[in-house]
């Protein structure tokens, strides 16, 4: 009994971790977008003609609701944020950038190979992160636990969802979450951006680690 709870309560501590992170990295995005439309709306601001004060008026709310927007991030995440921990402004990871992190993963010492099926599409920034976070995670477990293993990431583009997998050929029964909470962490996520995920060995020997994520927000 002293051990289902102490696992219960380590699971409860990573779903938290988890929450935080997420927090952090989407407020770190979507405080780019805000700052990027602010600076758009005071630049066409400048440019328009006396006559047009109506104009003028609505880019100048534009510019304030933004502002305001920004500050009340700020405030509503730093009471996420550990105390003492300082404000990230890092641009946060994409897919644009999985073949480098396959290519770190490579360097590491485990043999990926990536395939690409599909056009890839714009991601809203939460399904971007998470997608990435997720084959990131995958490949991180199956480097540390799965032993002399091969890994394979397919990412699938289409219509209306984005699809990850992960496998290995390593010891399945630790390729997956390592003896960890990290696919704790990334059910988490996937959830908050209305995607699925499912995990388990892989037919063959190994661990396949398998992800769908709408494409668009609303999905």
Excluded: C
């Excluded at 609701?65 to 300082?86: I, K, P, W, Y």
């Amino acid at each position: 009994m002293k051990l289902e709870a102490a696992r219960t309560a380590a699971a409860e501590r990573a779903v938290a971790e988890e929450r935080q992170r997420i927090a952090r990295e989407l407020h770190d995005v979507i405080a780019h977008s805000v700052s990027v439309m602010t600076v758009q709306a005071g630049a066409v601001r400048r440019l328009l003609q006396p006559e047009q004060e109506r104009e003028r008026l609505a880019l100048e709310a534009i510019e304030a609701t933004g502002r305001e927007a920004l500050t009340e991030m700020r405030r509503l995440v730093g009471l996420l944020r550990e105390q003492g921990a300082s404000a990230e402004f890092s641009p946060q990871p994409s897919m644009r950038a999985v073949d480098v992190l396959v290519g770190t993963v490579r360097e590491a010492g485990l043999p990926v190979e990536l395939a690409v099926e599909g056009e890839p599409a714009e991601l809203p920034p939460g399904v971007d992160l998470a997608a990435y976070r997720i084959i990131q995670e995958a490949l991180t477990n199956a480097l540390k636990y799965a032993g002399p293993a091969k890994a394979w990431v397919t990412v699938r583009w289409r219509d209306r969802e984005l699809e990850v997998e992960i496998a290995n050929d390593g010891r399945s029964g630790s390729g997956g979450d390592g003896g960890g909470h990290g696919l704790v962490g990334l059910r988490e996520r996937v959830a908050l951006v209305g995607g699925t995920i499912a995990s388990g060995p892989r037919p063959g020997g190994g661990f396949v680690v398998t992800a769908q994520l709408p494409v668009r927000s609303g999905a």
